[in-house]
């Protein structure tokens, strides 16, 4: 018997019927939206980091028990200041008082942002609280560093030019004023670049990030 080519070989497949046709996962910095997917909303369908896996629960963990040790270190630090102002005030407990504010502004602001971003996985209190959150994402940071440049000119002028003793409080009060002011400013750009996206699922810059679509 003889068996022609085509019944030997066996029928192709149309791969535009196949049920994975188009089924092709792209990388995230072409794709602008993650949550148009024609794949169904199966969960196994999204890459790692858009589930919550490993990778949350140690962030959870790790912010979890900075803001504890956080929280009760500056706190603890924030009433021994105010204590020994009233006693004895000085600059440079002044100084560290704002310092220990803007730990405190990191502490309750950020860290508890973090954990309930870290659990969420998406976001979802909208784009005014993204944009506000965003400001101080940064402003407590700024601000610590800019108290601390306060501190170091303060130094400075105490064991440089130690004879130079007019208008001290003055001069701290104007730095001290700098500090939040100018951290204000270099923060205030956080609320034009960084936005909810349409999905209402992503708090970023746009230009930076974007997500994964499963056809």
């Not at 140690?58 to 504890?68: E, Q």
């Not at 009233?86 to 309750?108: C, E, G, K, W, Y």
Request: proline share 5%.
């Amino acid at each position: 018997m003889v068996i022609s080519q085509q019944e030997r070989s066996p029928p192709k497949e149309n791969m535009e019927d196949s049920p994975d046709a188009g089924r092709i996962i792209q990388d995230h910095r072409n794709l602008h939206n993650w949550t148009n997917k024609s794949v169904g909303d199966n969960d196994d369908e999204l890459p790692l980091y858009m589930k919550f896996n490993d990778g949350h629960r140690l962030s959870i963990a790790a912010y979890s028990v900075l803001l504890v040790f956080s929280a009760v270190a500056n706190m603890t630090v924030l009433v021994l200041l105010v204590k020994r102002k009233r006693v004895q005030p000085s600059r440079i407990n002044t100084m560290l008082m704002h310092l220990a504010i803007a730990d405190l502004m990191v502490t309750f602001l950020i860290m508890p942002l973090e954990i309930v971003w870290a659990y969420t996985v998406q976001w979802l209190a909208g784009d005014a609280m993204c944009r506000i959150m965003s400001f101080f994402r940064t402003f407590g940071l700024y601000l610590s560093s800019f108290i601390l440049c306060c501190l170091s000119i303060d130094r400075y002028y105490a064991v440089m030019k130690p004879l130079q003793l007019v208008n001290l409080d003055r001069r701290e009060r104007l730095m001290i004023l700098g500090a939040w002011i100018g951290a204000a400013i270099c923060s205030a750009p956080q609320v034009l670049v960084r936005w909810s996206h349409s999905s209402k699922s992503r708090c970023t810059d746009p230009k930076r990030f974007v997500p994964v679509r499963l056809h």
